[in-house]
Each structure stands twice: as C-alpha cells, then as structure tokens.
C-alpha cells in the first residue's frame, strides 16, 4: 500500500483542504478531479491514490472527503467492491451488503450537514 508520509500529505494539504471546504459547503465535489489533483500533486496513480483515501477515511478531519470519493469516484456507479470494506466501517455497519445499509449511510451523511 501507498504510505501518506508527512512530506506528501504536506504537498497534498492545500488539494485535500479545498475540497473538503466544498464538499462542507455544498454537500459535493467532483471525486475525479479530486483524484486528478492528487495524481499530479505526487506523480502517481489511481491505485495509489485509492490506498491513501481509504486510509483517510479514518481520519476526523477528512472521513467525509473520503467517503464522498469512495462513493462517487467510478463516474457516479455504485462504489468499487475494493472501497465495500472501508465504507462498512465509516457507515457503522458489518459488511457493505447488510440491509442496514441505505440507512446507515444516510445518516451518516446527515452528520455532515451538522457540522
């Protein structure tokens, strides 16, 4: 797995920050330009960039950011079954598929709009 050392997430701070701004602001971002940024900013790719959000989404400050990418970042379709796991635990629930589920995340999102 790709490792956000401190000199990357100190490159990436400003990208992850405006969009997380936006995503606060009006509740959506445009996932694929967030993952463009980051590819650029660290000369990557996709496969790195998805390794580092996952481990994002165990942070307070950009869990949202995370889940928001997880969710949208395969042109709008439902999450990428590798993200299925991460987004259990963000949501609360026990696997990606439990019945709970629509729910869970609903509110989970709920959660941003109170912040």
Do not use: N
Not at 6 to 17: Q, S
Not at 42 to 59: A, F, N, P, Q, Y
Not at 96 to 115: C, D, G, I, N, V
């Amino acid at each position: 797995m790709y490792r956000l050392t401190e000199d990357r997430f100190e490159k990436a701070e400003p990208i992850l920050e405006k969009y997380r701004a936006k995503l606060h602001h009006t509740g959506k971002i445009d996932a694929r330009g967030l993952e463009k940024e980051l590819r650029k900013c660290w000369h990557t790719g996709s496969r790195e960039v998805k390794d580092i959000v996952m481990r994002l989404s165990k942070t307070t400050r950009y869990k949202y950011l995370a889940a928001y990418y997880m969710e949208h970042s395969d042109a709008g379709k439902k999450p990428l079954t590798e993200f299925w796991p991460t987004l259990s635990v963000v949501y609360g629930i026990e696997y990606y598929q439990h019945p709970m589920r629509e729910s869970k995340r609903k509110a989970f999102w709920r959660k941003l709009r109170t912040k």
